[in-house]
Structures are given as structure tokens and as C-alpha cells.
């Protein structure tokens, strides 16, 4: 469980607080760094909130413009804030433990740091830490943060307390994975804090031809028994497609295991694996050089051919799949 009276100490003990997350900052990353202002602001101490990413995604954005609009909070820039940092400064990172993740790298710098996330750790894991909590069996850092806040009695206004369910949503692709009774609670405070679906929805709309290359990735899917495979060799693709096809895939009937295989560039191949539990599919990825986690691992191969990883893995998957 997280230590909120030691954060709470090290916040009191500083002279103002910098909040950050990782590059290409999702919802759960931002509703984590939100909760955290809250709870900074709440203590009676400065805080400010530090994102680079020159470009977010469409629902980032929609977050952003709210909170500016109804809070006035405006995110800055680390350039912005750098002549500000003293001794006394507080680094909060939330949502990554992976020094060449963070939104800028010289905030690596500031001596006194606080790191909470989710991720396994692995390499490049940032170091020199005050407090860290990285717990990977929980369902995302909003999550961890909410403790923080019912611990600390913090009170957040109802359109943070919405973005910060779309976190949680997002990372567990809605209440699916990684979600225990804890998930829930801190889902029902939210919606105690006054959280609205219907902003939720709202906020978490797609872009249609995302959609439209995910259903076509999904149209290919083999069958093995309890394996969906899907292995793509025309287009492209973000390895996060990858994986938001892969839990598609754990929906249909029988299937224990999906593994999605495609080019991430012209000549290196991504295979995104899911589990329900009963295959492990980290042991299957370390085949592959690959990591992660009993449910969910992944793994990038260089100059390899999409139809010659499948046919690797069909050979490693002999006996497991029934
Ligand atoms: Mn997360």
C-alpha cells in the first residue's frame, strides 16, 4: 500500500512542487498528474505542472482545454519553470519509472523526487529517490493515486474527478483488465467527486479511422484452438494498435490468448500478446527477447518477416494452447 503520510511530509517540507508523466502523456497519466495537484494544492503549497509533448492526442487535448477553461491550470513547459527550481523544489513523476520516458529529461536533475507507476521496471529505471511506489499489479497510476487522495481526505471538483475515471477506464480497457475491488472504490469516490459519464464519453471519443484500421487488423484473425493470432504484413502499424487489437481478441468465444503480429517499421516486427491468466505470456515474449507481464507482454524484432515470426511462435505455443 502507499505511504500517503510520507508524501504528504516530503510535499510539506518543499517549496513548491513540479508535476510530470511520461512523452506522449495518455489519460491516466494526465489524471494522475491532475490528482496530484490537488493534493499539492490542498497541502497549501505551490505546484506546477510540467508537460513538453509538442503534439497530444485528440482526448488529451480535450482534457487540457477543460481544465484550463474551468480551473484556470495551464500546464508549462520545463523551460518555463527551470529558473524557478531550487533545493527546496519537489519532482512528483507519475505513470513511468524509465528515465528516457519522462516529458523532459533534465527534471531528472532536481534533487529531491517522488516517483509513483505502474509499469514492471526494467531498464533505464530512474533513480535517487526520496519515496518510490511501482507496484505493477495495480490497474493504473490514477488508481495509486487515489489512495493518496482518500488517505489525505483531498477534495477534487467534479470535471478532474471525470478525467481521472477516464484514466482508470483507459488503462483497464474499461474495467476489464487489471481491476479489483480497489479499482472500483476508487471509481465510485469519483463518482462521489461528482465524475459524469456522459463527459466521460465525451472525452474519450475516437477517431473514426483509427477505428477503421483496428476492426481491419481484427477481420484477420486466425484461430489455433484458444489462440487468436492476427499476422499482418501490408501496413505499418503503432505498437499500441497492436495492443488495443490484442484485447479485442480475448473477447471471443474459447480464446485464452491473443498474440498480434505486424511491421512497426519496414523491417522490424512487433508481436503484442494477452492472457486471461491461465497461458503466461511473458514466458512466450522472453522467447522472443521479449517482456512483460503473466497477461499482457510484448516483444520487437529486428530484420525479421511477419510470416516467419508466426510460424516461431506457433512452434512455441505447441502444448500450450488446447
Ligand atoms: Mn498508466
Known sequence: ???????????????????????????????????????????GKEAHIVIDDEKCTKEVQRALDTIYKLDGIKVEKYNELKSEINKNTLLIITDTNKSNRIQNE????????????????????????????????????????????????????????????????VDTNGFLLKTN????????????FGADIIEEQYL???????????????????FYNNAAIIAEDDKVYESQELAKAGDVLLTFNNIEV?????????????????????????????????GGHKTFAATQIKDAKVKEVKEQLLKYLKGAIK
Not at 108 to 130: G, P, S, T
Not at 263 to 282: C, D, P, Q
Request: charged letters at 25%; aromatic letters at 6%; one cysteine or more.
Open 204 to 222: 474519450l471519443k475516437q477517431n473514426y479511422d483509427e477505428y477503421k484500421r483496428r476492426q481491419e487488423l481484427i477481420l484477420k484473425t486466425e
Open 106 to 169: 533534465q527534471l531528472l536533475k532536481i534533487a529531491n523526487k517522488i516517483l509513483l507507476d505502474h509499469h514492471m521496471k526494467n531498464d533505464d529505471v530512474i533513480e535517487d529517490l526520496m519515496y518510490e511506489y511501482v507496484d505493477e499489479k495495480e490497474s493504473s497510476s490514477t488508481e495509486i493515486v487515489m489512495d493518496v487522495i482518500n488517505e489525505l481526505n483531498v477534495y477534487i471538483p467534479s470535471h478532474i474527478a471525470t478525467i481521472m475515471l477516464a484514466g482508470i477506464y
Open 258 to 290: 491473443s498474440f498480434v503480429i505486424a511491421k512497426l517499421e519496414e523491417s522490424t516486427v512487433g508481436i503484442s500478446a494477452r492472457s486471461l491468466g491461465n497461458i503466461n505470456v511473458e514466458k512466450i515474449m522472453a522467447k522472443f527477447d521479449g
Open 1 to 43: 500500500m502507499i505511504d500517503a503520510k510520507k508524501i504528504e511530509e516530503l510535499i510539506r517540507s518543499s517549496d513548491k512542487v513540479l508535476i510530470t508523466s511520461h512523452k506522449n502523456i495518455d489519460l491516466d497519466a494526465l489524471g494522475s498528474v491532475l490528482g496530484l495537484y490537488f493534493v499539492v494544492n490542498n497541502l
Open 181 to 192: 475491488g480497489n479499482t472500483h472504490s476508487c471509481a465510485s469516490m469519483l463518482h462521489n
